[in-house]
């Protein structure tokens, strides 16, 4: 069974995809897109900025996993 995991957090859009084989988990990919530089230029997190980055983001990190799995 194959498992796709998306988790985005205030500056982090990430997605993996594992594998179960005999009871045991393998990563055949991890992709995170960090949005700590962007916002460190507005000393904090601003989150309409955050939701327009994930927006955009996403489908970009799930194509880079989906490729490398």
Not at 22 to 47: R, T
Request: proline share 3%; with cysteine; charged share 25%.
């Amino acid at each position: 069974m194959k498992i796709l995991a998306i988790e985005t957090s205030c500056d982090d859009t990430a997605v993996a995809i594992l594998e179960e084989k005999q009871k045991k988990l393998e990563i055949l990919s991890n992709i995170v897109s960090s949005q700590v530089e962007l916002h460190a230029q507005y000393g904090g997190v601003y989150p309409f900025l955050a939701k327009r980055e994930h927006q955009k983001n996403l489908p970009l990190v799930f194509q880079k996993a989906m490729k490398q799995a």
